[in-house]
């Protein structure tokens, strides 16, 4: 069980293998893909992705591949901790625990067990817009699949014997995975700084104040609002049929009876920002020093026509993996870091983030890599982007879709994400086109409206000794 930040690969973004630790520790979540030698120009074709509504009005998409006797069976929930009460942060990310606990048709682990058994995979994960199930397993065992994720989504038995046990988890997970990393707190802190209203400033799996806290009564009134048919999207990819997936899916999910209606999900809206923020940490067990810059940015689902597209493309060519300007610039022409890059998050439900990352190879050399990383962004705003360098981050970015096909799971998560955050089906299989038809003018335009020097949050993570002013 995870909890993820964001953000799967709609963006198609690529993150060089061997700067990976080090956007982690910028990034709250990042999925990669390989970065690969030139591939032979080809157009990827539309797949026959089926989706429907049930009645009690699940949505369903199916995304047929035979090519291996696998199907991967995924139930995202439309709610994140985002939606959280105020008061109640982690909650979502609790709640995701819960789900694994016993219901009043099934005991706590039988389902886990069930998939063992047949040799098959599960996990979940929560992210800030969904949370999201799944189990990959023979096509025989798909029903099974669905009448175990039908069963706990309305019949989970919630004592105060099974919350508190599960709560002591999700705070020692806390204390291992953010306390004791100085990297997740750094990014902890840079996300509470840049959003400065917005709930994307909380952390996904909680403040551990208010995590200590949460009881019976947040976890029951959480299940009863928001786990639900009508709040659910299952996602089904893999050596199915859509015809067999609605029949089974009627059969079990279709018999869960629909749950309240929700209102639209609005959240606090950032304000206008206009000031430049610093985030300064230091750590004993920190060697090397590292600098982020980080804006705030529209979303595929909230930039206006062309801007996330144009965002993505921005991210490929200035830190997108060895091709990109920060990379030939700071680690192979240069030689002052260690490693570099940039990213955009653009799957989110609201504004997103846009970064951009270096590290020097000894504590002497962070000044160096923050001054050429300005002046590479400075470079973009001033004189844009080549015809050339966009043509290339285009055949890597549409590359990339084609290779996600390539795997039926990185498929079903790209659905997923997108259908949770606002997307349809069509924005997905319209994406490499939408990508394709960017101008270097609106790759140029994006950078001066959003790399604004003046109003970046600068997150610092320096050793003890290095501590800046």
């Given amino acids: ?93 609790f709640f995701e625990h819960l789900m694994f606990k016993g219901t009043s048709t099934h005991k706590a682990g039988e389902f886990g067990r069930k998939i063992a058994e047949i040799g098959g995979s599960e996990n ?42 599960e709560r002591d988890v ?131 689902t909230s930039a206006e026509p062309g801007e996330a597209e144009a965002l993505d493309l921005l991210s490929e060519i200035l830190g997108g993996g060895t091709r990109s300007r920060l990379y030939q610039e700071l680690v192979v022409k240069n030689r002052i870091a260690a490693g570099t890059g940039a990213y955009f998050s653009g799957t989110m439900l609201d504004s997103s983030s846009f970064t951009v990352y270096g590290a020097p190879h000894d504590a002497e050399g962070l000044e160096k890599v923050e001054a050429a990383i300005e002046a590479e962004i400075a470079r973009i705003i001033s004189g844009g982007v080549t015809d050339a360098e966009l043509d290339a981050a285009k055949d890597r970015f549409v590359r990339s879709m084609i290779f996600a096909r390539d795997n039926q799971s990185s498929m079903a998560n790209i659905y997923g994400q997108t259908l949770a955050t606002g997307g349809t089906v069509e924005d997905v299989q319209e994406w490499p086109d939408r990508i394709r038809a960017v101008t270097a003018d609106q790759v140029q335009a994006v950078a001066a409206k959003y790399l604004k020097p003046d109003v970046a949050v600068s997150g610092y993570l320096l050793p003890e000794e290095t501590a800046r002013n």
């Fill in 124 to 165: 979940a994960f929560t992210s800030y817009d969904y949370t999201a199930y799944y189990q990959q397993v023979s096509p025989e065992a798909l029903e099974t699949m669905m009448s175990f994720e039908a069963d706990r989504m309305r019949n989970l038995i919630l004592t105060d014997q099974v919350i508190g046990p």
């Fill in 170 to 300: 999700i705070l020692e997970e806390r204390r291992s995975r953010v306390d004791g990393n100085p990297e997740a707190l750094l990014s902890e802190e840079v996300q509470a700084t840049l959003y400065q209203n917005h709930p994307y400033r909380i952390p996904v799996i909680g403040w551990m104040h208010e995590m200590e806290k949460l009881n019976r009564d947040d976890a029951v009134a959480f299940y009863d609002r928001y786990y639900a048919p009508n709040n659910a999207i299952l996602v089904v990819a893999g050596d199915v049929e859509p015809a067999t997936v609605r029949t089974l899916a009627e059969k079990t999910y279709g018999e869960v009876p629909r749950g309240p209606d929700l209102p639209p999900r609005v959240r606090p809206q950032e304000p206008e920002q206009n000031t430049k923020r610093t985030v300064t940490m230091t750590d004993e067990r920190v060697s090397i020093p590292s600098v982020s810059r980080n804006w705030v940015t529209p979303s595929y």
């Fill in 1 to 93: 069980m995870n909890f993820n930040a964001q953000s799967l690969p709609q963006s198609g973004r690529r993150i060089l293998a061997g700067c990976l630790l080090l956007a982690a520790a910028f990034a709250p979540a990042a999925v990669a893909f390989a970065e690969t030698a030139s591939q032979p120009q080809q157009q990827p074709q539309q797949q026959q992705v089926e989706n429907f509504l049930l009645g009690n009005g699940m949505e369903v998409v199916v995304i047929p591949d035979h090519r291996a006797p696998i199907v991967t069976h995924m139930v995202w929930y439309k709610i994140g901790s985002a939606d959280e009460p105020a008061g109640k942060s982690g909650i979502a990310h």
